[in-house]
């Protein structure tokens, strides 16, 4: 029931700037945190930009000071506001929200994910 659909990707040119938006819904569960990840192709999947609840925001290095994380309760939104975009930030984003599962006894966290949308920057 879970879901997590992110938009706002796209192309654009180096030393530009993009905003991605997640709208969540279904998630009825306790959130331990919301984050973007990214993938190139044949590279892992890193962590850009993670928000506990809670807790302190962290970003991956290679994008401090660059990227901000934000979200909108009202609207069930994560957004990722990139500027100074640069080639190698060209990979495909995925929102993600960790989610205390309270129907399990263990109240383990798992993590869900969503379709990805597409950044390319050209240089």
């Known amino acids: 029931q879970v879901q997590l659909v992110e938009s706002g990707g796209g192309l654009v040119q180096a030393g530009g700037s993009l905003r991605l938006s997640c709208a969540h819904s279904g998630i009825i569960f306790s959130i331990s945190a919301m984050g973007w990840f990214r993938q190139a192709p044949g590279k892992q999947r890193e962590m850009v930009a993670l928000?506990?609840?809670?807790?302190?925001?962290v970003y991956g290095d290679s994008v401090k000071g660059r990227f901000t994380i934000s979200r909108d309760d009202a609207k069930n939104t994560v957004y990722l506001q990139m500027n100074s975009l640069k080639p190698e930030d060209t990979a495909v984003y995925y929102c993600n929200a960790d989610l205390r599962r309270s129907d399990l006894r263990s109240g383990a966290v798992f993590r869900y994910w969503g379709q990805g949308t597409q950044v390319t920057v050209s240089s």
């Open positions: 928000m506990p609840s809670g807790g302190s925001t």
